[in-house]
Structures are given as structure tokens and as C-alpha cells.
């Protein structure tokens, strides 16, 4: 689809009016009132409600669907005050420097509908451009503008520009390169798909520019368009072979990931996620192959979300001195892990052993796959309780996180005794 509307590129701080030329707010903006009471657990006992959510986990990854609703939409509620409140902060940051460009970016949120203010606030991007702010302010700066201006554009509140894209990439704009300089229509505007549940399917925004800088340390070409339709179908019939499976789990990807790009690699397959990126999952090679193995990577990336989201209230790793350089070694690989990624890891490999233990899954995947990522998920705890792995560096991981992921390998006792064809 095109537009009419020509405009230059986006110079630096360029973009910070409002898109529609209205006058800045003249009254303060409290965008935490509508969060007042469902946020209110967190904010007045956040250590009890962290705490409640963490004992959830075990029963929660078991795909188990009683309260299940219950814990996703306390998380959510606590992913959005954060995001709001880490916003709010940024633009406090910004005002101590230059209070005019603080208040038009204030005044153009304020003028976004509430549905549009939670997307620009709790996309992936912003919450790590947020996070970089004191590193490089004018990188942000540039960006959340940007964003804003894309998301108001998105929303038809103003004009549209090239370079204006949504802070979830499912809008942006590029100059039309069939255009000639008679042509009316310069600018064309590239809307991303959907998967069911809102999941944006991101081929090429501009946020797509940085995940070279993954831990996917690939080479990555260009799909076509008719590659990226046949990408597009494969992921909605795998989150809906998901669902076959397991509801709750096609109810926590839908909840927690919100952007998935998918990577053109020459071979294999891949995923992974960042905790400075919540809620965006990269995936690789979903072109080919059976669906089965994009089934495990969605579902172990989505568990990542819900922990990422869980530690907005208190990493799993304490602030101790040494833990960052401290490992421990993967029953399941053999590698050396850092604390973090290994006590993610316990829950990851205990709900895919959960997920593939379901007699759902070989129907809808296969036998043959089923039982061998069965034994592949399983294999950590077959022989010991992974977590005595963190015994050496215990004080350096949280308690109370540690005391759950110990209750995992009782949790699939019954799993390990009489495989996965029995679990109900």
C-alpha cells in the first residue's frame, strides 16, 4: 500500500513534534492510573507476589491449565507497569537535559489511544533502546522518536514519513523504489502479518537491522516474498500443532512473545532470545523441515519470556562479585554455562520434557520425533538433579529460585520411570 505523502528523511531530534502539529500537553499525564488496582499486589508486596508466581512455575510448565489464566495475566499486568514505569523515567532522564523535547515526546504518547501506548511501551525495542539510554542517549533518543512517530502514523494521527516505523516493526515506511520523480505516491508503506494472538512475523523493519549481533553468529540471506508467505503458514501451523498439544502452552507463546523474526539460513535450524530483548524471538531455517523441531524452539523461547518477565522483579542471579565469571556444566550438553543461563536452563528442558510427554504430541508430531526429543529433554535429569551442579556457587543464585528448580526432577519422576507414552 502507498501514500501520497512525500517528506525527507529523519534527521536527528527532526521527528520529536507531533506528527499532527497539536500544541504540547499543558497538563501532566499519570499513565500508571488505569494500572492502579490490578498493579497494586506488586507495587505493595512485590516480594510475596514474586514469589507466588515463582512457586507456579513447576505446575505452569507442566502445561497444566488450572490457574494458569490467573498467573499469565498477573505477569502481564506486571510486564506493563515496568514498561510504563521505565518510560516514564526515560522521559524525566531526557527532560533534566532538554525539557521542550521531553514534553513533545510526552504530549505525542499522550495522544496515542491506550492500546497504542502499551504497544510502543512494552515492544521488545523500546525496552532495550531504555536500557541503553545512559550509553547512547542520542541513538535512543533518535529511535524512541522514531517509534512514537511510527506508532502515531500506525494509529492514522498524523503524516507519514520515510523512515517512520512501529516500535514493534509491523509498520514501516521506505521510499516506493518503482516511484519517478513524477510519481505522486514516494512512499510506500510495509505492513507486517500476524500470527493468531497478535504475534507480529517481522521479515525486514528496521528493527530486524541488529540481530546479527545475536548469539546466532550466521550468515543470513533475504527471503523472497513468496518465501516469506510459505515462513508465514508454517509458523500459524505450528503454533496451532502447539495448541493441539497443549493449550496453555500455545497460551504463553500468545502471551509473552510479541515479535518473531525469522532468519534465511543456508542450513539447520535455530532460535534464541535475550533478556535485554523480552518478548522477541529470533528463529531460523522455519522453511524447512517438519514442523516438529519449530514447535520445541517456540515453546522453549516463550518459557524464556515468562522468566525474563518474572526477573523485571528480581534477576535469578544475586549481585554477587564473582557471578558473573562463575559456570556450571550442562547435564545435557556438556558445555560450561553462566549461572544465568544455566538455572533458565532447568525449567526450559523440564517443560519441553513436560511438553513432549503429553500422548498429544506423537499424535500430532510423530512417534519417531516425539521419543527422541523426549530422550533428548529428559537426558539432564536422568542420572542427578541437575541442580547440584549450582551447589559449588550456591550464594550466588537466588534462594528461592533454587529451591523450586529443585523440586523439578521430583516433578517428572513419573516421566523418567515410564517415558513419555504414559504421561497424562
Known sequence: MATSVAGPSLEVYSSVAPVNGAPLCTKSCDWLADLAAPDLTWVANSSAQYGTVLQRIPELFAWKSSGSDEVFTT??????????RRLRS????????D???????????????KVGQVRFATAPETYSH?????S?????????CNALNGEAAFRGLGEVKEGYSTALGDMYVIANPEASQSTFDKLEIIRARYLSGGITVDFGSPNTVGVQES?????????????EAIVFDRLEATLQAIEAVSSVAAQLIRSFVKVIIPLKTAAGRSSTSQPRIPGRVLIGGTERGSLAPHASSLVHEAMHQLLYTLEFGGTFITPHLDAGEARATSLWTGR?????????????????SQFWGRPKAAEVF????????FARCTAGYRNKNPVEMLLPNLGMVRYDVFKVANTLRDNLASVLTHGYHVQA
Do not use: N
Request: hydrophobic share 40%; glycine share 4%.
Open 130 to 134: 531504555i536500557t541503553r539510554m545512559h
Open 215 to 227: 548469539k546466532i553468529k550466521r550468515e543470513y540471506g533475504t527471503y523472497s516474498p513468496d518465501e
Open 366 to 373: 510423530g512417534s519417531a520425533f516425539t521419543e527422541r526429543e
Open 75 to 84: 505477569l502481564q499486568y506486571f510486564a506493563r507497569s515496568v514498561a510504563l
Open 99 to 113: 525539557q521542550h523535547l521531553a514534553q513533545a515526546m510526552k504530549s505525542l504518547f499522550a495522544k496515542l489511544p
Open 90 to 97: 526515560c522521559f524525566d532522564h531526557i527532560a533534566y537535559h
Open 336 to 352: 560450561d554455562l553462566p549461572l544465568h543461563s544455566f538455572i533458565h536452563a532447568c525449567f526450559i528442558w523440564y517443560g519441553l
Open 136 to 144: 547512547e542517549p542520542v541513538d535512543v533518543i533518535v529511535y524512541l
